[in-house]
C-alpha cells in the first residue's frame, strides 16, 4: 500500500473510545510514517511503476516491433553454425566474434554477437542470420544477459536511472527501499482498521472486499486500503528484487550473500596446460586440454569458429539443450562456455565449458547443485524482469503496476481531502497528531530504534531519508510551536 492516511470511517455509531488507538499502540507512529513516506517517495514509486511496467511488457513487444530481425520464412536445414557465423564476419569484418545464439525453433534467425568498444557496458552488436541461407536480416545492438533489444534497453535504463548514468540510480534505490516499508505499514493499519470497525459493527468491516455502500472519502479509502492488502505481496517482492540490483543497498546483499556462501556457482573457463589424458567428451571435470597458452595468433579466433559446431554437439549431449549462448573465446588458453539463457518456463540454467579442441568437457554448472538463495535469486530476478512465465508473468507485472498507480493516486486523494476547508488557499492536507513515540511501549521504543538503525545501515539511502524525514518533521514541528507562541 502507497500513501497516507488510514483514517477510520465515518462511525456508524458517536465515536466510542475504543475506536481510539490504545494506550502504548504502534498505530499513531506507523501511521505518522506511511502519511510522510507516501507523501514524498511516491512519486519515485510513480516513476518506477510506468517504466517498469513498460518493460514487464518489452520481451513480447519487441518480438513484433524487430520481426524482421527475430525471424524468417525461409526452410530447409540449418547450415553448419561454423557457416552461419562466418556470414555474420563477412557483415562485420571490423570486429571480433564474442558469442552466438543458435536459432532454437524453425523461423528463427541466429544471433551472432561482436564486441565493439564503440558500445557502452554489457552492449554487444548482434548481426542476425538466416540459419538456412546464411543471409545477414540486420544489426542492432543488444544488452545483458537477457539479450535485450534496443526498445527494451531503453526502456530499462529508464527504469533504472532515467538515463542519468549511475547518479541516477538513486531515484530507483529510494523507491525500493521505501517500497516494502509502505507496503508492510500501510497492511498493519488497514488490518488495525478492520478489527476496530470489526469490534463497533461486524456487518461494516471489509479487509479483502470494496466497501461499495461508502461514499465520498470513505469509499477513497476502501479503496485505497482494498486494493494495497491485494498488491503488498507483489510489492514487497519487487522491492526486495529490486533492490539487488541497487548500487548501496545490492553491495550489502552481495556481501551477505557471499558471507553465507549463497553466491552463484562461477563456472571456470581455464584450460590446464597438463597433457590432455581424457580424449573423449563427458560430463565430468577430468579431461582437460592439452598444452593449451594464451596466442595473439589473428587466425586463433577464425579456429575457433570452426569449432563451434563440435562444442555445440558436445553441450547437447551433456544436456545443455534449448536456447542457449555460446562464447567464443579469442585465445587458446581459454574454453568455449555454453550456457542456457533466461526463457520462459525455464527453471534451471546449466553451463558447461568445454575445449573446443578436442571436444572435452572441462568444467559442468548445474542448476541442480546451486544453493536454494542463488536458485531463488535466479527465479526472483527472472520474475521481476517478466521471464519466468512469459507473457503471464508480463501481464501480472503490468497489472501490479496499473494498482500500484491507483493507489497512489487514491492516497493523494485522502490527503487532498483532509485539508482544512476554511483559511488559506494554500493549505494541504494535515499530517496525523504528533507525539507518537510517546504512545510507545519503552521496551518496544528501544528495540524499534534498534531495528531503525541495523535496516538503515544496511538499506543506506532508507536510512538517511528516514533521517531526513525525522527532521523535516521536528523543523515543521519547532515552526509550529512558534507560529502558536
Given at each position: 500500500m502507497s500513501i497516507p492516511e488510514l483514517e477510520r470511517d465515518k462511525p456508524v455509531a458517536p465515536a466510542p473510545?475504543?475506536?481510539?488507538?490504545?494506550?502504548?499502540?504502534?498505530?499513531?507512529?506507523i501511521l505518522r510514517l506511511h502519511f510522510y513516506a507516501g507523501i514524498l517517495?511516491?512519486?519515485?514509486?510513480?516513476?518506477?511503476?510506468?517504466?517498469g511496467g513498460l518493460y514487464a511488457l518489452a520481451p513480447s513487444v519487441e518480438q513484433l516491433v524487430y520481426r524482421d530481425y527475430l525471424h524468417v520464412d525461409s526452410t530447409?536445414?540449418?547450415?553448419?553454425?561454423?557457416?552461419?557465423?562466418?556470414?555474420?564476419?563477412q557483415v562485420?569484418?571490423?570486429?571480433?566474434?564474442?558469442?552466438?545464439?543458435?536459432?532454437?525453433?524453425?523461423?528463427?534467425t541466429?544471433?551472432?554477437?561482436?564486441?565493439?568498444?564503440?558500445?557502452?557496458?554489457s552492449e554487444r552488436l548482434a548481426v542476425f542470420v538466416d540459419p538456412a541461407t546464411a543471409q545477414s536480416k540486420g544489426e542492432l545492438v543488444v544488452y545483458?544477459?537477457?539479450?535485450?533489444?534496443?526498445?527494451?534497453?531503453w526502456i530499462s535504463q529508464l527504469h533504472r536511472h532515467l538515463h542519468l548514468g549511475e547518479p541516477g540510480r538513486i531515484y530507483s534505490e529510494l523507491a525500493a527501499s521505501w517500497l516494502w516499508v509502505i507496503a508492510l505499514g500501510g497492511v498493519y493499519l488497514w488490518v488495525q482498521r478492520y478489527r476496530t470497525t470489526r469490534a463497533r459493527n461486524a456487518d461494516a468491516a471489509r479487509l479483502w472486499t470494496l466497501d461499495r455502500s461508502s461514499r465520498g472519502r470513505n469509499r477513497t479509502l476502501s479503496w485505497h486500503g482494498v486494493v494495497g492488502v491485494w498488491i503488498a505481496v507483489g510489492l514487497v517482492f519487487l522491492s526486495a528484487t529490486g533492490l539487488t540490483w541497487s548500487r548501496y543497498a545490492g553491495e550489502n546483499v552481495g556481501e551477505l550473500r557471499t558471507a553465507l556462501s549463497w553466491t552463484t556457482p562461477k563456472i571456470d573457463k581455464k584450460l590446464d596446460s597438463a597433457p590432455n589424458t581424457g580424449g573423449a567428451a563427458s560430463g565430468g571435470h577430468d579431461g582437460h586440454g592439452a598444452g593449451h597458452t594464451p596466442a595473439s595468433d589473428p587466425g586463433i579466433l577464425d579456429t575457433n569458429v570452426g569449432e563451434l559446431d563440435t562444442v555445440l554437439d558436445v553441450a547437447r549431449r551433456s544436456g545443455v539443450t534449448g536456447a542457449v549462448e555460446a562464447t567464443v573465446p579469442a585465445d587458446t588458453g581459454t574454453a568455449f562456455t555454453v550456457?542456457?539463457?533466461?526463457?520462459?518456463?525455464?527453471?534451471?540454467?546449466?553451463?558447461?565449458?568445454?575445449?573446443?579442441?578436442?571436444g572435452t568437457v572441462t568444467d559442468v554448472s548445474r542448476f541442480a547443485d546451486w544453493p536454494l538463495a542463488a536458485k531463488l535469486t535466479s527465479w526472483g530476478i527472472a520474475l521481476h524482469m517478466g521471464l519466468l512465465f512469459g507473457l503471464l508473468n508480463q501481464l501480472i507485472l503490468a497489472a501490479l503496476a496499473v494498482a500500484l498507480l491507483a493507489v497512489i493516486v487514491r492516497g493523494y486523494v485522502l490527503w487532498w481531502r483532509r485539508r482544512p476547508t476554511r483559511g488559506t488557499a494554500r493549505a494541504v492536507g494535515r499530517p496525523p497528531a504528533r507525539g507518537t513515540w510517546r504512545r510507545i511501549h519503552p521496551v518496544a521504543a528501544v528495540t524499534g530504534v534498534?531495528?531503525?538503525?541495523?535496516?538503515?545501515?544496511?538499506?543506506?539511502?532508507?536510512?538517511?531519508?528516514?533521517?531526513a524525514f525525522l527532521l523535516v518533521d521536528v523543523a515543521v514541528g519547532a515552526l509550529g510551536r512558534t507560529r502558536a507562541g
Open positions: 473510545s475504543s475506536s481510539a488507538s490504545p494506550p502504548r499502540s504502534l498505530r499513531p507512529l517517495v511516491a512519486p519515485f514509486l510513480v516513476i518506477a511503476a510506468v517504466s530447409g536445414p540449418d547450415l553448419p553454425m561454423s557457416e552461419q557465423v562466418r556470414a555474420a564476419q562485420r569484418p571490423d570486429l571480433a566474434v564474442a558469442a552466438v545464439r543458435p536459432a532454437t525453433e524453425p523461423g528463427e541466429t544471433q551472432v554477437m561482436f564486441t565493439d568498444p564503440g558500445l557502452g557496458e545483458g544477459s537477457s539479450g535485450a533489444l534496443p526498445m527494451r534497453t550456457t542456457q539463457t533466461r526463457e520462459p518456463w525455464q527453471f534451471s540454467n546449466d553451463s558447461i565449458a568445454v575445449d573446443g579442441a578436442t534498534a531495528c531503525v538503525v541495523l535496516v538503515g545501515w544496511f538499506v543506506p539511502l532508507l536510512g538517511l531519508s528516514l533521517v
